[in-house]
């Protein structure tokens, strides 16, 4: 199962929108409404942001938003702030019942 | 609140043997799946194994079927990944997750990880 293809690296400047686009197959993102997105800060643990393609966890700022067309899914950061300097991975379920991560994508907030 | 403690990373050669633990708390361990999710340094997630609720059902990734194993004790609240034929590109912070139900599903609560280096 290959990984689902993320851009390396984005940025912006605070108070922008980004997106983040998660290509994958008609075996995984396409195959289901099972797609998240993580984020991780230097050091730290991964933090569940967006599951089921766009269901905001508790707690997670209304700025993270999640959607998906057919194999390719994006989380979309409105307002960029400082604090969203993170790296982001999307994960999806596929057909053969195990989850596959993106490469991860650097997010610069200039 | 929700507590996922790893232990058992350490130094191992190559073509040796290591079981991680992951110890939880704060939630009812046996109604929710448990993962392990890997971190080699410098490098993206990579997703391992899943185990449902019960444990009846798991699941792998191909770069680790047949050589890890994935276990949980419901009674101890601890979740298990056996290594066997360990090999250099092994190496990484192993985190373990709990999913959002008692099958294989996105994780919501990651522990801090436990490190495994395989060197000689």
């Known amino acids: 199962q290959s990984a689902l293809t993320q851009p390396a690296s984005v940025s912006g400047s605070p108070g922008q929108s980004i997106t983040i686009s998660c290509s994958g197959t008609s075996s995984d993102v396409g195959a289901n409404n099972y797609v998240c997105w993580y984020q991780q800060h230097p050091g730290k643990a991964p933090k569940l942001m967006i599951d089921d393609v766009s269901n905001r966890r508790s707690g997670v700022s209304n700025r993270f938003s999640g959607s998906k067309s057919g194999n390719t899914a994006s989380l979309t950061i409105s307002g960029l702030q400082a604090e969203d300097e993170a790296d982001y991975y999307c994960s999806s379920y596929t057909t053969n019942n195990i989850w596959v991560f993106g490469g991860g994508t650097k997010l610069t907030v200039l | 609140e929700v507590q996922l403690l790893e232990s058992g990373g350490y130094l191992v050669q190559p073509g040796g043997s290591l079981r991680l633990s992951c110890a939880a708390s704060?939630?009812?361990?046996?109604?929710?799946?448990m993962s392990w999710v890997r971190q080699a340094p410098g490098k993206g997630l990579e997703w391992l194994s899943a185990?449902?609720?019960?444990?009846?059902?798991?699941h792998y990734a191909d770069s680790v079927k047949g050589r890890f194993t994935i276990s949980r004790d419901n009674s101890e609240n601890t979740l298990y990944l056996q290594m066997n034929s360990l090999r250099a590109e092994d190496t990484a912070v192993y985190y373990c997750?709990?999913?959002?139900?008692?099958?294989?599903?996105?994780?919501?609560?990651w522990g801090q990880g436990t490190l495994v280096t395989v060197s000689s």
């Open positions: 704060g939630f009812t361990f046996s109604n929710y799946a």
């Open positions: 185990i449902s609720g019960g444990g009846d059902s798991t």
């Open positions: 997750a709990k999913g959002l139900y008692k099958w294989n599903s996105q994780n919501d609560y």
